[in-house]
């Protein structure tokens, strides 16, 4: 294991109800500014929820931080927060939301302008935030991490050290979320673990089990939410589940992937595929060409995961990385570029702008561009 400092400063407030302890939680005597997406949060009492708990609290509103939030919209948040001195930021919303606001708490601290920070990829100082998370995925509720759009240049880059002061998580929240939206939240949580732990064998027992543990909760739950969206226990695991795939917890002394994210972003960045669902496009790739590297990995994984035990190890390698392309499946979500209508152009930009970068992602450093063209036509 290698030396590591951990430190995760936000509180959890979980379960049914728990909305209505906002006043609580917020300190007196703030100038506060609420954070807002496109308004799903007035059609499933979100809202109410939240303006309930306010009474009394002056506060003032931006909306319409959209999904993949956009630095373009972001620098008028920051403007508005900056002229009403404002000291402190909720979000109500979506991973989108939330990590709109944690640019916006880094503006509003600073004069560097939001892109400036975002390409910084460190917040040195933000003003404090929390939020009311509606959408399980990110991990955002209870990570440092936030990443940002820049719509002129159809770029997607995240930025760390941005951590909410608390998070309410109240799983009833999720039952106005699609099947397509839970499908994505679903993938996205799976594939943070695999980021952290689809690497070598052998650091770490415990981080390699508590990973594990967070697979198998998202697989044994996913046929169920399909069938009964609205069950509280269900969708408690899935919100609980996506918190733990990326609150730091299941990566101290390790090392981490992040190629696929990497991927993903650029497929977002280009053609507005959805975070969750651009992963399950990706994942499988990055595991077909780095098969040999991931071998050992792959073996525990598909034996502890998907009961692999029978043939070669090529063949059990084989196998894992088809039942994985095939649980996305399973979620509802395509796992092809093809299936997209994405191909050779989109794998020969982004191939191109890796490279132009010298960027080399990946626990080995060595996801190029020139790798990533392999990955991506592996996803054709
Ligand atoms: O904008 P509104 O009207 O609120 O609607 C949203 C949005 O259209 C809607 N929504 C939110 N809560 C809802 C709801 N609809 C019905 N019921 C509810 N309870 O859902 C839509 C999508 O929301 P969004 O916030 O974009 O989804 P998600 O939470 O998946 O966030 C995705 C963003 O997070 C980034 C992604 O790249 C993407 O930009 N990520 C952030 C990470 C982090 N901070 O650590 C890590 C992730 O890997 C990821 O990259
Ligand atoms: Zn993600």
Known sequence: MNNFIFQNPTKLVFGKGQIAKLTELLPDNINLMLTF???????????????????????????????????????????MGKENNINYLL???????????????????????????VKGGV?????????????????????????????????????FGTYPQFSILDPEVTYSLSPYQIACGLADAFTHVLEQYMTTPGQSRLMDRWAEG??????????????????????SDYMLSATLALND???????????????????????????????????PGTLRILKEQKKGKLLQYGERIFNITEGTEDERVEKAIEMT?????????????????IG????????????????AFG????????????????CL
């Not at 796992?335 to 209508?341: D, M, N, Q, V």
């Open 37 to 79: 997406g496109g308004g799903s949060v007035t059609k499933n009492g979100v809202y109410d929820q939240v303006k309930e708990a306010l009474k009394g609290r002056n506060f003032i509103e931006f909306w319409g931080i959209e999904p993949n939030p956009r630095v373009e919209t972001l620098r008028k948040a920051v403007k």
């Open 91 to 117: 979000a109500v919303g979506g991973g989108s939301v939330l990590d709109g606001t944690k640019l916006i708490a880094a503006g509003i601290a600073t004069d560097t302008e939001p892109w400036e920070i």
């Open 123 to 159: 917040a040195k100082e933000q003003i404090p935030f929390a939020s009311v998370m509606t959408v399980p995925a990110t991990g955002s509720e209870m990570n440092g991490a936030a990443v940002i759009s820049r719509e002129e240049t159809q770029e997607k880059y995240g930025f």
């Open 214 to 235: 967070v697979l198998l909760s998202v697989k044994e739950i996913a046929p169920g939410i399909k069938h009964n969206p609205h069950d509280y226990d269900l969708m």
């Open 249 to 283: 917890f299941i990566r101290m002394g390790i090392t981490q992937d992040w190629a696929t994210h990497q991927i993903g972003h650029e497929l977002t960045a280009l053609h507005g595929i959805t975070h969750g669902h651009s992963l399950a496009i990706a994942m």
């Open 325 to 341: 392309e095939q649980f996305y499946r399973s979620l509802g979500l395509t796992t092809r570029l093809s299936e997209e209508g």
């Open 344 to 359: 050779m152009d989109t794998i020969e930009t982004i191939a191109s702008r890796f490279n132009d970068r010298g960027d």
């Open 363 to 378: 626990e080995n450093s060595n996801v190029t561009g020139d790798v990533t063209r392999e990955i991506l036509i592996s």
